[in-house]
């Protein structure tokens, strides 16, 4: 697939986004089909509220094309393997109200 969008020449690294499906007998989460996406991968410190509000350390954040409809309890495979929890999701509409992209906080 050949990304056109302005950003698509940024987005040099694939992460892994599982969503949730539900829960087990146990209470653990449970996820679907995993899918590979384009996305900016930065590693950056800094303080951010998360989605109950709560002041919290980011320590990496992602840049992804469109609208993904990715949810907090979902989970990200970063390249290097590891799968921080997500702590927000912003969603940036273009200038006709189509989600342009969107930036996650892990």
């Known amino acids: 697939m050949i990304l056109t ?14 969503r949730r499906t ?3 007998q146990y209470g653990a989460h449970t996820y679907g089909t995993a899918e590979s996406l384009a996305a900016r991968v930065v590693n ?3 303080m951010v509220r998360n989605v109950a509000g709560q002041e919290v350390t980011s320590n990496t954040t992602i840049w992804i094309i469109g609208n993904n409809d ?6 990200i495979t970063l390249p290097d393997g ?7 999701v912003l969603t940036y509409p273009d ?5 342009h992209h969107q930036e996650v906080l892990l």
Not at 70 to 75: E, N
Not at 95 to 99: A, K, L, P, Q
């Open 5 to 18: 969008h302005p950003l698509a020449d940024l987005l040099l690294q694939t992460i892994t986004l599982e």
């Open 22 to 24: 539900g829960l087990d």
């Open 44 to 46: 950056r410190l800094r």
């Open 70 to 75: 990715i949810k907090a309890v979902d989970r």
């Open 82 to 88: 590891t799968q921080p929890p997500i702590i927000d």
């Open 95 to 99: 200038e006709t109200g189509v989600t």
